[in-house]
């Protein structure tokens, strides 16, 4: 048994080692191939490549007699603007420093320029948190207290500039069509910014909550978004807000009657009985709810469905009752806010026709369908349990030859798989919605998935 725990133990250590000088020999590779020799450096490796690459580009780009400050200046704001500030960088071929820099924020390296036979010597000196500096890299989420703290510090700080005049006319004119992120940086910029959109009920009518707002989002930094409409409110959409509870769905809905778009999916901390509650007290209204979303909340059955239902369709005219748009399943997430007004179902879930749960059921798009031979158009509805999807066409896919799998786990079909880029190491493709999750290394025209870039980079 030790015997077998050691021989674990060991070739663990040779693979590791194995990958650590695979990637020295990739880093010495990329530095020949820039003509760069390091001579002192404490800063992760992306970043140094980044500052490699910004160096040879613009020493190319500059021919003739170096002009030390002009690149510094060049390298300084690139710095500035692709990792934040504040950067110091000194160019030349020959000097003393002597520098104070936070950890991870410090480079120094040398690349030779043929034309002026001489070699050039770069600095790249920064204070800023080493946490700061990789945050840059890779966008963290951004959380919506910590978003709403900061804009309280930069209007505190910004207070002082009493001089301000009122914002410009037509600021009240476009803060109407501002997503909600948008609306809240912007209130964060200074006080007369603030109090204008704050004062401004016609951009706070239509509430939506997404990503990455949504994971902060509390009962209580709800009511008080939404107290700025004024008990106008029209659109709430909150897309998996996750600790929005049946409680404060209920507060926010008896201040503001007037809601006749309701969209919860993945409000996973809301109950079957919250929504029904919320509904009712909305459909008591003169104006009454037209559109509602509630996949992903737990527990939801046909009773459910069925009492909820008549609340909804007394509001509806005739020709909204008479037959729905189609629901395909690769445009569902796009235009939830426009839901009701393209014409799709009053409620986004309903009872699927092959297991009888409630869920969201989808029709086929047919054109791109793998199944339709022999399959009528009703075979072809189902909910996304039963008959799998492309996430990128939606026809259905449920024939294992024809499936094809993402680097975010989802499903494709053939033909687009085959269209999609993929990964320079494991070759495969990300769908449409997630590929801003790749990274592009310095020196590849191609992207490397996050899970090859983690298994790289750690
Ligand atoms: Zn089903
Ligand atoms: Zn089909
Ligand atoms: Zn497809
Ligand atoms: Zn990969
Ligand atoms: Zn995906």
């Not at 693979?15 to 001579?39: A, F, G, P, T, W």
């Not at 209130?187 to 204008?196: E, I, N, Y």
């Not at 996949?295 to 939801?300: M, V």
């Amino acid at each position: 048994m030790e015997g077998a725990e050691l021989e674990l133990e060991r070739r663990s250590k040779f693979l590791s080692s194995l990958i650590q000088k695979k990637k020295s020999v990739e880093q010495q590779d990329h530095h020949d191939l820039l003509n760069v020799r390091v001579r002192a450096s404490d800063m992760p490796t992306p970043l140094q490549n980044r500052a490699f690459r910004s160096a040879r580009d613009h020493l190319d780009s500059m021919p003739g007699k170096l002009d030390s400050k002009r690149l510094a200046l060049a390298l300084k704001k690139e710095f500035d603007s692709s990792c934040g500030p504040a950067w110091h960088c000194i160019v030349g071929t020959s000097f003393g420093s002597y520098v104070t820099h936070s950890t991870g924020g410090f480079l120094y390296f040398s690349i030779d320029k043929p034309s002026t036979n001489c070699e050039i010597s770069f600095r790249f000196i920064s204070r800023r948190k080493k946490k700061k500096l990789l945050r840059q890299l890779k966008p963290e989420t951004m959380e919506i207290s910590q978003f709403m703290g900061q804009q309280e510090h930069e209007a505190i700080e910004n207070s002082q500039d009493k001089k301000a005049g009122p914002p410009h006319m037509a600021l009240s004119l476009i803060s109407a069509y501002l997503p909600l992120f948008e609306l809240l940086a912007m209130s964060g910029v200074c006080t007369s910014l603030r109090d204008a959109v704050n004062k401004d009920v016609l951009s706070w009518l239509d509430i939506v909550v997404k990503s990455p707002l949504n994971l902060r989002l509390s009962d209580g930094i709800l009511m008080k978004i939404t107290s700025k409409a004024n008990g106008r409110l029209t659109t709430l959409a909150l897309m998996d807000c996750a600790k929005i509870t049946d409680d404060g769905l209920q507060r926010v809905v008896e201040r503001n009657p007037l809601i006749n778009k309701l969209y919860l999916p993945g409000c996973t901390g809301l109950t079957p009985e919250g929504v029904i509650g919320a509904v009712k007290t909305l459909s008591e209204h003169h104006h009454g709810l037209k559109s509602l979303m509630i996949n992903g909340i737990y527990n939801i059955n046909k009773e459910h469905l069925e009492t909820l239902r008549p609340y909804l369709e007394k509001n509806l005219s005739q020709q909204e009752q008479s037959g729905s748009w189609p629901l395909l399943f690769h445009e569902h997430r796009d235009v939830p806010t426009f839901r009701h007004d393209k014409g799709y179902a009053t409620i986004d879930v309903e009872v699927c026709p092959k297991c009888d749960e409630v869920r969201m059921v989808f029709d086929c798009p047919r054109r791109t369908c793998k199944r339709k031979i022999g399959r009528s158009m009703s075979d072809c509805r189902g909910c996304n349990f039963c008959i799998p999807r492309c996430q990128e066409c939606g026809g259905c896919v449920d024939d294992s030859e024809e499936v094809e799998e993402a680097v975010c786990a989802d499903i494709l079909c053939s033909d687009c798989w085959l269209q999609l880029p993929k990964c320079d190491f494991c070759n495969k493709p990300y769908c449409k919605q997630h590929a801003h999750n790749g990274s592009c290394p310095p020196g590849s025209t191609g992207f490397v998935c996050d899970v090859c870039w983690a298994n790289f980079n750690i």
